[in-house]
T-cell receptor
């Protein structure tokens, strides 16, 4: 069964460094998402992406964050200058779109630790 | 602003029992509701999706119901097994937006 994949599974970085989290959505899906989950807290929406542009973003998704679909398969989340509070599990999700195809499928996550 | 609550936060039941997990949401104008399973340190596995026009969905031993007017959904698990131990999350999607709003989850432990 097709699945969303994410790399790396774990990343440790120093505060102020840039990180890029990578996702490969399911191949025929059209909508892409990033969520994060700080340890012990709710899963929170960051951004959605459709037709090569951001369609919705949360207040968390400030100027330090950006997303890109550099080719036909990858979907990336970049954090320009990491802060301690960016430590979280980051989940990518994708959705096929269309009638009766509205389930968001999530990847296994990237655990980011900012020191 | 949509708020999603799941009670209880944790639940332990003996193997073989049927159980119900609860989810409530403050804004009844939802497009759909999705139940997920999350194993420790892992991603989210979609279990069931209920459209706003539907009352329930079933998959194997799982049955999810939706009462949109009262802002509630339940996930019924029949004949529980130790492998059902996980955190169960519900999430709602509103009209006119893309995001899912998640609850804090119920951590379920099935005792062999």
């Amino acid at each position: 069964e097709p699945e969303v994949t994410q790399t790396p599974s774990h990343q440790v970085t120093q505060m102020g460094q840039e990180v890029i989290l990578r996702c490969v959505p399911i191949s025929n899906h059209l909508y892409f998402y990033w969520y994060r989950q700080i340890l012990g807290q709710k899963v929170e929406f960051l951004v959605s992406f459709y037709n090569n542009e951001i369609s919705e973003k949360s207040e968390i998704f400030d100027d330090q964050f950006s997303v890109e679909r550099p080719d036909g398969s990858n979907f990336t989340l970049k954090i320009r200058s990491t802060k301690l509070e960016d430590s979280a599990m980051y989940f990518c999700a994708s959705l096929a779109g269309g009638l009766y195809q509205e389930t968001q499928y999530f990847g296994p996550g990237t655990r980011l630790l900012v020191l | 602003k949509q708020e999603v609550t799941q009670i209880p936060a944790a639940l332990s039941v003996p193997e073989g029992e049927n159980l119900v997990l609860n989810c409530s949401f403050t804004d009844s104008a939802i497009y759909n509701l999705q139940w997920f399973r999350q194993d420790p340190g892992k991603g989210l596995t979609s279990l069931l999706l209920i459209q706003s026009s539907q009352r329930e969905q079933t998959s194997g031993r799982l049955n999810a119901s939706l009462d949109k007017s009262s802002g509630r959904s339940t996930l019924y698990i029949a004949a529980s097994q130790p492998g059902d131990s996980a955190t169960y999350l519900c999430a709602v999607k509103g009209f006119g937006n893309e995001k899912l709003t998640f609850g804090t989850g119920t951590r379920l432990t099935i005792i062999p």
